[in-house]
Structure formats: structure tokens, C-alpha cells
């Protein structure tokens, strides 16, 4: 095995077998308990540190850092750094609806050397490593009128750009998953996934899938031109759009800026 993609595989392992055990096993109100706060400072389920647990092991015994959605920020000292989600979509596991994803970013000095994305439940997996070549595999869709549009649900503050992005787009999904709806954009499945301007998504919920949907030809960006960053605080958001193309991700980046003047 290249790079780190042993380790990747066996936390994505640790992750899914959790995963099936708590589904299998748990009800729905207690893979939902709350149990506290998470590192980003939001409501923990039990679900997300039942998942996220064996997956800590893993790293500790390999010695690097972590950056996790609910651990939050563990320094050893290491050039190495994971950034990880356990559970993507935990509202929709939790509650029985099985569309949530693990991932996890090998990060080597502010740089994502490799990748891994699985699909909690099923055996769809994304990897990709920086050094595999571009291969094409998004739609390559520039226009957003026709296209297949995933989003973030509507908020009050982002109902505007979300309302003109579903008028332009001409089907819509919410999956509730920002990491699976981004690799289905890598697997050009979808033309594009967006948060409509909530400054929802942190780097937990980027850095994966951007080197996934990269290396597949498309593009990942902030919809207010923010570069994302790799420092440890979870506090950091951003408003991230995953498109099968540059311009198309720039189209709607730029219809969530106008939209949010008005």
C-alpha cells in the first residue's frame, strides 16, 4: 500500500463496523442521546462517539495529530495531522435514514496528501491521493440552468440564494450528507452541491472530499472567496460549493453573493 492508505483503511473499517453494530443494535433515541459537547462547539450524539472512539485508537497508535469534529484538537507533536468526520449526516443515521459518511484527510504541512471518503453502510468509497492525475469524471457541466443541484436545507438568513439556486437548477436534492454529495459530484452523479451561504461547513467537512472532487476535474471553493485553512479551531466556517466544473462552481458562488446584497 502507498502513502497512508492503510491507515485511512483501517479507520474507515473501524469506523463502518461501529457504524452497522449501532445501527443493528441501538434505537433511534439512543443513537441520538445527547452527551455533550462536541469539539466544535455544537451538541454531541452518542452515535458520533461511538463511531469516532475506535477511530481515535487507530490514531493514537500511529502517533498523529487530530482534528476532529468531536475530539476536537489533539496535538502530538506530529508532522502528520488527520482531519476527520466519523459521521457525517449523524441527524440522518440517528433518526434511521442511512446516508451518512465517515471521512477522513492525511494532512502534511497545510497540504491534503491523501484522502479517503466511504460511504457509512455500503460499500461506496472514495480515495484519492495528491499524487494521482487528474481523471475526469464530474459531468464537466458548466451551465446551472439544467443542471442537478444538491444543497444544505433552506435557513431564514440563506432562503433567498437557496429559493434562486432551485429555480435555476432544474432538479434539486437535500441529502443531508455534505460529504456524500460532494463525492457524487466527483462520481458525476449530481453537477454540483452547495451550502447556500450559512457558513455551515467546517474543515472537517472539506478537506476530504476537495482533494476527492479535485482529482476528479471538478472544483471546491467558498462561496465568499475564503481559502479554507487547516488551523486547528473549529470555530473557522465556511460556505462551500463543489461543482463539476470552475465556472459552474463560480456561478453559484457568485448568485450566493448577489443574492446576499439584496
Not at 34 to 58: K, Q
Not at 155 to 167: K, N
Not at 215 to 241: C, N, T, Y
Request: hydrophobic fraction near 45%; include cysteine; proline fraction near 5%.
Amino acid at each position: 500500500m502507498r502513502g497512508f492508505t492503510e491507515i485511512l483503511e483501517q479507520m474507515a473499517h473501524a469506523a463502518d463496523a461501529a457504524y452497522r453494530y449501532a445501527m443493528a443494535h441501538m434505537s433511534s433515541a439512543e443513537r441520538s442521546a445527547d452527551i455533550g459537547l462536541g469539539g466544535d462547539g455544537t451538541p454531541t450524539m452518542f452515535l458520533d462517539r461511538h463511531v469516532e472512539d475506535p477511530v481515535l485508537d487507530i490514531i493514537a497508535k500511529f502517533g498523529a495529530n487530530v482534528l476532529s469534529e468531536e475530539v476536537g484538537w489533539v496535538d502530538r507533536g506530529s508532522a502528520v495531522t488527520m482531519v476527520i468526520d466519523p459521521v457525517d449526516g449523524t441527524a440522518n443515521s440517528a433518526a434511521g435514514v442511512p446516508i451518512s459518511a465517515f471521512s477522513a484527510a492525511v494532512v502534511v504541512e497545510d497540504r491534503v496528501v491523501e484522502a479517503l471518503c466511504t460511504w457509512l453502510g455500503t460499500a461506496h468509497r472514495w480515495h484519492a491521493s495528491h499524487d494521482d492525475p487528474i481523471m475526469p469524471r464530474t459531468t464537466q457541466r458548466t451551465d446551472l440552468r439544467g443542471s442537478s443541484l444538491s444543497m444544505l436545507r433552506p435557513r431564514p438568513t440563506t432562503w433567498r440564494a437557496w429559493s434562486e439556486l432551485a429555480q435555476t437548477a432544474e432538479r434539486l436534492r437535500i441529502l443531508g450528507s455534505s460529504v456524500i454529495e460532494g463525492c457524487l459530484v466527483a462520481d458525476g452523479s449530481i453537477d454540483a452541491f452547495c451550502d447556500p451561504g450559512g457558513d455551515i461547513h467546517r474543515i472537517v467537512d472539506i478537506a476530504a472530499m476537495q482533494l476527492v472532487v479535485e482529482k476528479a476535474g471538478g472544483r471546491v471553493i467558498d462561496a465568499h472567496g475564503r481559502p479554507f485553512s487547516f488551523e486547528p479551531d473549529l470555530s473557522l466556517r465556511w460556505s462551500g460549493v463543489v461543482a463539476a466544473t470552475p465556472d459552474l462552481a463560480d456561478t453559484i458562488a457568485g448568485i450566493i453573493r448577489w443574492t446576499s446584497t439584496r
